[in-house]
């Protein structure tokens, strides 16, 4: 049985960082490229980053390039997302979510679609305070 893990997720002042981890206990991590999602009140849950199984190629969201950085352990069936200068806007639920690498690539320029994500986790809490 697959089980999808997040941390890290707390409340920080605007500017802060955060680190969000994922682990994945009961696939083959190599055979899957992973994503962050996150969701907003009242919002369409979006794609914030995704990395393919080798970590080559990783898709950014415009507004979180430049301050997210998304990485993998493939020995530690972990995935990261490094947040640095934390918006406002950044406050929402994040998602880890997991794709099988036959059925998704990861593009630089183009958003993961959701429906493609087989497994996610129940989501941590990320909120960012003025």
């Known amino acids: 049985q697959v089980q999808v893990v997040e941390s890290g997720g707390a409340l920080v002042q605007v500017g802060g960082s955060l680190t969000l981890s994922c682990v994945i206990f009961g696939l083959h991590f190599e055979d899957y490229a992973l994503a962050w999602f996150r969701q907003a009140p009242g919002k369409e849950r979006e794609a914030v980053s995704a990395?393919?199984?080798?970590?080559?190629?990783?898709y950014y969201e415009d507004s979180v390039k430049d301050r997210f950085t998304i990485s993998r352990d493939n020995a530690a069936n972990t995935l990261y997302l490094q947040m640095n200068g934390l918006k406002t806007t950044d406050t929402a639920m994040y998602y880890c979510?997991?794709?099988?690498?036959?059925?998704?690539?990861?593009?630089?320029?183009?958003?993961?679609?959701?429906?493609?994500?087989?497994?996610w986790g129940q989501g941590t809490q990320v909120t960012v305070s003025s």
């Open positions: 990395i393919s199984w080798s970590g080559s190629s990783k």
């Open positions: 979510a997991a794709a099988p690498t036959e059925s998704v690539a990861v593009i630089p320029r183009i958003a993961p679609n959701r429906d493609d994500y087989v497994y």
